[in-house]
């Protein structure tokens, strides 16, 4: 990973934290994404004390607004000529519907949309790392075995009309697989690869935002789940090995090629939603 950079959302703990501390310990240029300043500052310190690694940065943004994710990919274009890798990572669920300041769902937003609208506004940061290293950029998705149980209604794709917190976390889990296999019909191989994967049950701060009995349901399977080193090998494994820059349009489990749901495989789906997406984020 020497002369790599990068980009990991969601990486103040967790999956995406074990994730770049394995990146910065294998040499990479690691920039994590987080949304409080003290606590991404704090997180970038400890990671340097335990790799001995000083090119680890960190930028700030709220995810769940486009806005957002559209200044930080400046900022990012700003101080990175160019992106090897990015790990679309950051996520949670919401015990109650809730909606961004931009009028989105909020588990919508913060787990699709960030993903799509990150990764296609540094589309040229990362054809850009493909042509300085020779080798296809990686975009790497984590979804979740979860997405099994996902069906988007293109007709209430905001759960205005019905909402469980279950189901809106399937529905943006399928949306990150449809999102990965479009992306890799979209563009070349030989510039971009893209992948998506499930990690595990693993136990982090997942879920750790609501209160009630989704709060307890995850403190309930957390002595049974991964430890996010575990939850993190797979990513990790995509964004580093030979392998991972090989395949496209894959989907992962335990560092294997695997398959996804039926509806994961639905083309015109993956179309729309693409089309949806692009279309909520050039919105007013």
Do not use: C
């Amino acid at each position: 990973m020497q002369g790599k950079t990068v980009l990991i959302t969601g990486a103040t703990n967790g999956i995406g934290k074990e994730t770049a501390r394995a990146l910065a310990a294998l040499g990479a240029h690691v920039v994590i994404v987080g949304r409080s300043a003290e606590r991404t500052a704090a997180t970038v310190e400890e990671l340097k004390r335990s790799t001995g690694s000083a090119q680890i940065d960190w930028l700030l943004a709220d995810l769940s607004l486009v806005a957002e994710v559209r200044r930080l990919a400046d900022e990012f274009g700003s101080r990175f000529a160019q992106l090897d890798v990015l790990v679309n990572n950051a996520g949670a669920i919401f015990e109650k519907r809730l909606e961004t300041s931009e009028g989105l769902e909020m588990t919508f937003a913060l787990n699709h949309m960030s993903y799509f609208a990150l990764t296609t506004l540094l589309l040229p940061v990362l054809k850009a790392g493909a042509a300085a290293s020779g080798t296809p950029a990686r975009v790497i998705s984590v979804s979740s075995s979860a997405h099994m149980g996902g069906r988007l209604n293109f007709d209430d794709l905001q759960l205005k009309k019905r909402y469980n917190a279950f189901g809106a976390y399937a529905n943006s889990k399928l949306a990150n697989v449809l999102f990965a296999y479009e992306l890799a019909r979209r563009v070349s191989p030989s510039a971009i690869v893209s992948n998506a994967l499930h990690p595990g049950g693993v136990a982090t701060g997942f879920g750790k935002n609501n209160r009630g009995l989704l709060k307890l349901f995850v403190g309930l399977f957390a002595p049974i789940m991964l430890k996010p080193e575990e939850g993190a090998e797979t990513s990790i494994y995509l964004a580093s090995a030979a392998e991972g820059g090989s395949v496209t349009g894959g989907y992962f489990d335990k560092k294997r090629a695997v398959k996804s749901s039926f509806a994961s495989y639905d083309e015109a789906s993956a179309r729309r939603l693409w089309e949806v997406s692009a279309q909520l984020m050039h919105q007013p």
